[in-house]
């Protein structure tokens, strides 16, 4: 499958995918490879390459991203314990799907880094 649309897919309900949450602006899908108990991807649905793509127009969507990302991270009670917020961009950052996603990681003890 091209990678390079997998997330619209999701977002379209073209594919399947554990959605876990969706409004006109966001959704979160649970990632296929979890790293942690908890690993979920929130995703503007409006395409977005990666952080680079970021502008004044634009850049409200990144805090819609992470309002949803604490919303689900107290609704999955995970707020108490602490998880984590990642955001990758190009090829240093490991970004492997060139599709905006902030990652939510949680249910365990994670590694430092
Ligand atoms: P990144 O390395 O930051 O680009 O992360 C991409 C993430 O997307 C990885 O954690 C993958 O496991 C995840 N991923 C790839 N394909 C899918 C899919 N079809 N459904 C859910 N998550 C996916």
New binding site residues.
């Given amino acids: 499958m091209n990678?390079n649309n997998?997330f619209q897919k999701?977002i379209k309900k073209k594919?399947p995918?554990e959605i876990v949450y969706q409004n006109k602006k966001i959704t979160a899908?649970?990632?296929?490879?979890p790293?942690a108990p908890i690993?979920i991807?929130i995703v503007p649905n409006k395409f977005i390459k990666n952080l680079n793509y970021i502008n004044k127009k634009n850049i409200c969507i990144l805090s819609e991203m992470l309002y949803t990302s604490i919303k689900i991270a107290k609704k999955k009670k995970i707020h108490k314990s602490g998880y984590r917020i990642?955001i990758?961009c190009n090829k240093n950052g490991?970004?492997?799907?060139p599709y905006l996603?902030i990652?939510l990681i949680g249910g365990k003890k994670l590694n430092n880094f």
Avoid at 29 to 33: E, L, M, Q, R
Avoid at 94 to 97: G, L, T
């Fill in positions: 990678i997998i999701i594919i995918s899908f649970k990632d296929i490879s790293k690993h991807l990642i990758n490991c970004q492997k799907i996603h990652h």
